[in-house]
C-alpha cells in the first residue's frame, strides 16, 4: 500500500490543470455535503488533500453520475 501523497489546493491545481484553485475551494468548502471529506486533513488552517483519496472520490463520482 502506498503513503498517502498530500498537497495544498494550490499544489493540486497545478498538478491538475482541469481544477482551479477556485474550483478545489468550492469542492472543499462543501466537502461535507459532497463527500470528499475522507480526502481532506485539516491541521489548524492548514487544509491538506490526499491525492490517491481525491482521485478515487473522483472516479466514484463519474459512477455515480
Given at each position: 500500500m502506498n503513503d498517502p501523497q498530500f498537497?495544498?489546493?494550490?499544489?493540486l491545481a497545478e498538478k491538475y490543470p482541469a481544477f482551479?484553485?477556485?474550483?478545489?475551494r468550492w469542492l472543499l468548502f462543501h466537502r461535507a455535503h459532497n463527500g470528499l471529506n475522507s480526502a481532506v486533513v485539516q491541521l489548524g488552517r492548514k487544509v491538506l488533500i490526499d491525492e490517491q483519496a481525491f482521485v478515487a472520490w473522483l472516479r466514484s463520482r463519474k459512477a455515480a453520475a
Open positions: 498537497s495544498t489546493v494550490e499544489q482551479t484553485v477556485g474550483s478545489l
